[in-house]
T-cell receptor, first 114, second 112 residues
Framework: NAGVTQTPKFQVLKTGQSMTLQCAQD?????MYWYRQDPGMGLRLIYY???????DKGEVPNGYNVSRLNKREFSLRLESAAPSQTSVYFC?????????????FGSGTQLSVL | KQEVTQIPAALSVPEGENLVLNCSFT??????LQWFRQDPGKGLTSLLL?????REQTSGRLNASLDKSSGRSTLYIAASQPGDSATYLC???????????FGTGTKLQVIP
């Protein structure tokens, strides 16, 4: 049982380049999330998808776009990368049907924008 | 706006010691509280989840308590081991997971 799988694990971009981070879960979860983790700031929500076909902005959505391709997959796209987007990105998922639903995380993508 | 604080930011203890990690939050209208473990270069692994109506949860050597009225949760680790070395984070959803506030974590080192 793979859980939440993210690719790639590491990426270096030049300012202005674009890329897509991929995320897939095999737990039949309804909800999926993208977070970024920066030193001293905790994890912050970028975008989330409560169900297939829906997406909503989180706390820090500027500079990002997302696609919920199907129930399993939720991708995050940087159209024109900036140094401020250097961070560790995590995808997460859960059923979000009630207060007893845990969050499950992928192993992260370490992104550096030069 | 919910604020979540974890103090201390780092903790070093000798193997075998019992220890307590703290998580404080400012808004008591929480959905639940979840404790995670994060190893270097890895994702977050869920340890315990306490629903807002519960007072504590236990899993093996771990016990988490919740006091909503005082805005506090503690994670108790019994008989610590070097393998417990990691960063421990608490997360507090307010009204659903679209609004989750994470603490910045306590980095624990257990010395053999």
């Amino acid at each position: 049982n793979a859980g939440v799988t993210q690719t790639p694990k590491f990426q270096v971009l030049k300012t202005g380049q674009s890329m897509t981070l991929q995320c897939a879960q095999d737990m039949n979860h309804n909800s999926m999330y993208w977070y970024r983790q920066d030193p001293g700031m905790g994890l912050r929500l970028i975008y989330y998808s409560a169900s297939e076909g829906t997406t909503d902005k989180g706390e820090v959505p500027n500079g990002y776009n997302v696609s919920r391709l199907n129930k399993r997959e939720f991708s995050l796209r940087l159209e024109s990368a900036a140094p401020s987007q250097t961070s560790v990105y995590f995808c997460a998922s859960n059923h979000d049907r009630g207060s007893n639903e845990k969050l499950f995380f992928g192993s992260g993508t370490q992104l550096s924008v030069l | 706006k919910q604020e979540v604080t974890q103090i201390p930011a780092a903790l070093s203890v000798p193997e075998g010691e019992n220890l307590v990690l703290n998580c404080s939050f400012t808004d008591s209208a929480i959905y639940n509280l979840q404790w995670f473990r994060q190893d270097p270069g890895k994702g977050l692994t869920s340890l315990l989840l306490i629903q807002s109506s519960q007072r504590e949860q236990t899993s093996g050597r771990l016990n988490a308590s919740l006091d909503k009225s005082s805005g506090r949760s503690t994670l108790y680790i019994a008989a610590s081991q070097p393998g417990d070395s990691a960063t421990y984070l608490c997360a507090v959803p307010s009204g659903g997971y679209q609004k989750v506030t994470f603490g910045t974590g306590t980095k624990l080192q257990v010395i053999p």
